[in-house]
């Protein structure tokens, strides 16, 4: 089964996660408009395309600077194995 960033995170800050209404609900959970990319649910497996997710619990800033902190990261490297021969969104 392909996971969510937030399932594979655990960070509890997609709607109706266990952290959502202490430190907020993502962007990256709500992203509908990337609904079904990679087979995830809203932008659950491009989160790295989406400015000022909460991972981490670092809040990322620009588009740029969150390309950089994600190429880094296991949930992208994941998604890029399992999408294997395409390229994750840009
Ligand atoms: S981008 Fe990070 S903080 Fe946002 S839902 Fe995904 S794993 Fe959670």
Known sequence: MKLNCWEYKR?????GGDRS??????????????????????????CWVVSGTYCDSL??????????????CDFFQLVRFEEQGDQPAA
């Open 11 to 15: 960070c509890g800050r997609q709607p």
């Open 59 to 72: 809040v990322s800033g620009t588009y740029a600077s969150e390309v950089n902190s994600c190429d880094m």
């Open 21 to 46: 209404e202490e430190l907020g609900i993502c962007p990256a959970s709500v992203e509908w408009s990337l609904d079904g990319a990679h087979d995830g649910k809203n932008a659950g497996r491009v």
